[in-house]
């Protein structure tokens, strides 16, 4: 796993001017930065990603179209930018996010792993064919469109709703209503 320096917050999601590496951060449960990106079609399909096998937290669960942390002193928009061209390839630019909040996330993997993050979380419009998007194959299992009623009848499924990383339903909500306004 690629370790890197991140920026420490604290509990409500300030920066605290100390910055530590990610396996500290996980291992200590510190609050971090990070990104997330949800890319939607003009009809209403959400860009949703399997994440690699070999992952430490949440190994082969489907989850958002592009995430990942935000390096110690980044610009919180040069890393949604650069984490979208990492992981499926596509070039974006500043204009094509739109920033909808920021949502606490705390979840114990195991006894040594607690992730704490401050998800800074965009929309943006996916406008090039699924086949076109080029997987980083170190995180990404898998890419697919859902239909967002799909996706929400899913999540609500006792059964279905364990294949989806699980964040907390009220951050699911926002997420597909900010989606339905810019439908």
């Not at 500290?24 to 990603?49: C, D, M, R």
């Not at 090039?128 to 009848?153: K, R």
């Amino acid at each position: 796993m690629m370790d890197e320096l991140i920026d420490v917050l604290d509990a409500n999601g300030n920066y605290t001017g100390k910055s530590i590496m990610k396996s500290e951060a996980h291992k200590k449960g510190v609050f971090h930065p990070s990104i997330h990106v949800w890319l939607y079609t003009k009809n209403g399909e959400i860009l949703i990603q399997q994440r690699a096998k070999n992952k430490d937290t949440h190994p082969g669960l489907w989850d958002v179209s592009v995430a990942g942390h935000i390096g110690a002193g980044e610009d919180v928009v040069h890393s949604a930018i650069r984490e979208v061209k990492e992981e499926i390839g596509l070039e974006i630019t500043s204009k094509d996010l739109h920033k909808i909040g920021v949502f606490k996330y705390s979840h114990q993997h195991q006894e040594d792993l607690l992730d704490r993050e401050f998800h800074h979380t965009f929309l943006c419009e996916l406008k090039m064919p699924l086949a076109t998007l080029e997987m980083q194959e170190s995180e990404v299992a898998d890419l697919s469109l859902i239909s967002m009623h799909t996706f929400q009848n899913e999540l609500e499924s006792k059964t279905h709703s364990k294949k989806y990383v699980p964040y907390d339903r009220d951050y699911y909500e926002a997420v597909f209503k900010a989606i339905k306004k810019k439908l």
